[in-house]
């Protein structure tokens, strides 16, 4: 599940555009879910490059079955304000 925190809604100059900060809570990082983790950091990487701040926070839980840990991850994101989800 994604979540994004902060993000513009118009284009600025690269001082105007806020922190964007991407919430990223796999079940775990392995397979795909790995694969996915490395495309969004390098994503990341490219838009830092030029000039959008963008951050990627990825939390997974300690086992891929522990569900309650991952929803607590998730309402952890949602307390920090996050203003978007991608399913």
Known sequence: MLFVFACAGAVFASADI??????W???DITGVFKTATDFF???ATQAREHGIPVQILTRSPATHVDF????AI?????ERGG???LP
């Open 41 to 43: 950091e390098a994503s």
């Open 68 to 71: 309650a840990a991952q929803i």
């Open 74 to 78: 998730v309402e952890d994101f949602i």
């Open 25 to 27: 809570a796999p079940p």
């Open 18 to 23: 806020p922190e964007i900060i991407i919430g």
């Open 83 to 85: 203003s978007v989800r």
